[in-house]
């Protein structure tokens, strides 16, 4: 099992849509969760830290629920512009700093 | 300009030359990294630094080697290029009290 799975998509999506990822993780001491967005051959951008109490930002929002291991990240009225790749990141534990990437979900916003 | 720069951004080689990847950060952070990226797969961690004098390996390092100039220089190298190391290179800084990582534009390298 990979330590940090995602559906690779793509998922295609009309504007104004509402859609979720999911992402898995298979280490139950992990501390803390990331979403990254990274655009067609650039480089990888923090989105959302995730907090164990769920935060939102905006039209995004993000979940995480331990006990299932697996965070959610959430977007409403979606945008053109948030066709992207959605990378899933958990730092496995205290005082490990080799974060663990999960390979992307492709979100494809048509119009 | 860039907090993060990495060069070449293209590289095209040949198997066996000997390559070097650079990346400079005008961040201040101490902590910084390099990953490949191919498609399909997360990105892995090559070998990453927490200052000048440390320097740890990553999920990934056989074939690579790293120097650490001065705090805001990393340099990546790859001895004897082989094809299986074709990939999109990315340097990353972070800070030492927070994880976000910062990343440079990427470098894309075929080895031929």
């Known amino acids: 099992r990979k330590e940090v799975e995602q559906d690779p998509g793509p998922f295609n999506v009309p504007e104004g849509a509402t859609v979720a990822f999911n992402c898995t993780y298979s280490n139950s001491a992990s501390q803390s969760f990331f979403w990254y967005r990274q655009d067609c051959r650039k480089e990888p951008k923090l989105l959302m830290s995730?907090?164990?109490?769920?935060n939102e930002d905006g039209r995004f929002t993000a979940q995480l629920n331990r006990a299932s291991q697996y965070i959610s990240l959430l977007i409403r009225d979606s945008k053109l512009s948030d066709s992207a790749t959605y990378l899933c990141?958990?730092?496995?534990?205290?005082?490990?700093?080799?974060?663990?990437w999960g390979a992307g979900t492709k979100l494809i916003i048509k119009p | 300009d860039a907090d993060v720069t990495q060069t070449p951004r293209n590289r095209i080689t040949k198997t066996g030359k000997r390559i070097m990847l650079e990346c400079s950060q005008t961040?201040?952070?101490?902590?910084m990294y390099w990953y490949r990226q191919d498609p399909g797969l997360g990105l892995r961690l090559i070998y990453y630094?927490?200052?000048?004098?440390?320097?740890n390996k990553g999920e990934i390092s056989d074939g690579y080697s790293v120097s650490r100039q001065a705090q805001a220089k990393f340099s990546l190298s790859l001895e004897s290029a082989i094809p299986n190391q074709t990939a999109l290179y990315f340097c990353?800084?972070?800070?030492?009290?927070?994880?976000?990582?910062?990343f440079g534009p990427g470098t894309r390298l075929t080895v031929l």
């Open positions: 630094s927490f200052d000048v004098k440390d320097i």
């Open positions: 990353a800084t972070a800070s030492t009290s927070y994880n976000e990582q910062f």
């Open positions: 990141v958990v730092n496995p534990g205290e005082g490990n700093y080799q974060l663990i």
């Open positions: 995730v907090y164990s109490s769920g």
């Open positions: 961040k201040g952070h101490d902590r």
